[in-house]
Nanobody, 127 residues
Framework: QEQLVESGGGSAQVGGSLRLSCAASGGISSTNGNVLGWFRQAPGKEREGVAVIYRTGRVDVAASVKGRFTVSQDNAMNMMYLQMSSLKPEDTATYYC???????????????????WGQGTQVTVSS
């Protein structure tokens, strides 16, 4: 059964760092043809795409976090990571990892492209 489980959230101070992990099971991986993503959602706001791992293994991060966040994966361990540094209060949100089954989508930063979601992990950044 396909499943995604996030971990690594918590509290950090402004300028600090956190690393989120996402454990995939049930055959979910970019090498199996899935596009993988990291999203976040703050209270009262829409779910926002943060990073994408394409089926080719190419990675990309959103402009809002570029230079501060990096995304990576370990295919052997079926893990995906989001390294967050220089954290800001506006990074406070629940962070989700996601996987897409359908290989085509207009905008991989859109939540509507993804069928599988983790339960989310909370990140709180304070000064």
């Amino acid at each position: 059964q396909e499943q995604l489980v996030e971990s690594g959230g918590g509290s950090a101070q402004v300028g600090g760092s956190l690393r989120l992990s996402c454990a995939a099971s049930g055959g979910i991986s970019s090498t199996n043809g899935n596009v993988l993503g990291w999203f976040r959602q703050a209270p009262g706001k829409e779910r926002e795409g943060v990073a994408v791992i394409y089926r080719t293994g190419r990675v990309d991060v959103a402009a809002s976090v570029k230079g501060r966040f990096t995304v990576s994966q370990d295919n052997a361990m079926n893990m995906m990571y989001l390294q967050m540094s220089s954290l800001k209060p506006e990074d406070t949100a629940t962070y989700y990892c996601a996987a897409a089954i359908v290989p085509v989508c207009l905008n991989w930063y859109s939540a509507s492209c993804y069928e599988y979601w983790g339960q989310g992990t909370q990140v709180t950044v304070s000064s």
